[in-house]
């Protein structure tokens, strides 16, 4: 069975600080990795994701994440934080083929000013 | 192109009425999907469906059914609603089983 992990109900950052988004995987075959970042009352977006190709995968809005089979994390990252990146962002596993996607419980991120 | 639509946006039910919620998607996705969302617990499958005329069960179904009647449209319904059911709804398509879009929500709330 797969699952996912996201260690933070809540990150706060300051405008201009670094993101980092925390998300730990587990799956019993070589895994597609997703990030979904969803506003108020709105639906989710992908933001970007990870089919086995590079290790290292950029997004939209500047974030990316880096898949390491090793520590089996797919952490989010940003180098500048902007006030308009405050929203919730999920994590998600599926594998090859068709996806039934496991979602983590997601992450609050606050930016303050 | 509208994307994936949900319909309606809200609702209020009593405890035991029936409801049907709509999702339709104009992008031809063969693959579609219902999901509760409930705070601290993520976005939970309820069903799902590979094709026009099947469905299957997710990791939520009981007390919901479905149907897929027209490859554009995934219809979720409750036939009698229990204060446990109070959640966001997110219906999502895929075409090819990879990346799923999503649409608004629809939130419900039983008494």
């Known amino acids: 069975a797969q699952s996912v992990t996201q260690l933070g109900s809540h990150v706060s950052v300051s405008e201009g600080a670094l993101v980092l988004l925390r998300c730990n995987y587990s799956s019993s075959v070589p895994p597609y990795l997703f990030w979904y970042v969803q506003y108020p009352n709105q639906g989710l977006q992908l933001l970007l994701k990870?089919?086995?190709?590079?290790?290292l995968v950029k997004g939209i809005n500047g974030f990316e994440a880096e898949f390491k089979k090793s520590e089996t994390s797919f952490h989010l990252t940003k180098p500048s934080a902007h006030m308009s990146d405050a929203a919730e962002y999920f994590c998600?596993?599926?594998?090859?083929?068709?996806?039934?996607?496991?979602f983590g419980t997601g992450t609050r991120l606050l930016v303050s000013p | 192109n509208a994307g994936v639509t949900q319909t309606p946006k809200f609702r209020v039910l009593k405890t035991g009425q029936s409801m049907t919620l709509l999702c339709a998607q104009d992008m031809n996705h063969e693959y579609m999907y219902w999901y509760r969302q409930d705070p601290g617990m993520g976005l939970r499958l309820i069903h799902y469906?590979?094709?026009?005329?099947?469905?299957a069960k997710g990791e939520v179904p009981d007390g919901y059914n479905v149907s897929r009647l027209k490859k554009q449209n995934f219809l979720l319904g409750l036939e009698s609603a229990a204060p446990s059911q109070t959640s966001v709804y997110f219906c999502a398509s895929s075409r090819d089983g990879d990346t799923q879009y999503f649409g608004p929500g629809t939130r419900l709330t039983v008494l």
């Open positions: 998600a596993v599926g594998n090859t083929g068709f996806q039934k996607l496991v």
């Open positions: 469906s590979v094709g026009e005329g099947t469905t």
């Open positions: 990870y089919t086995s190709a590079a290790t």
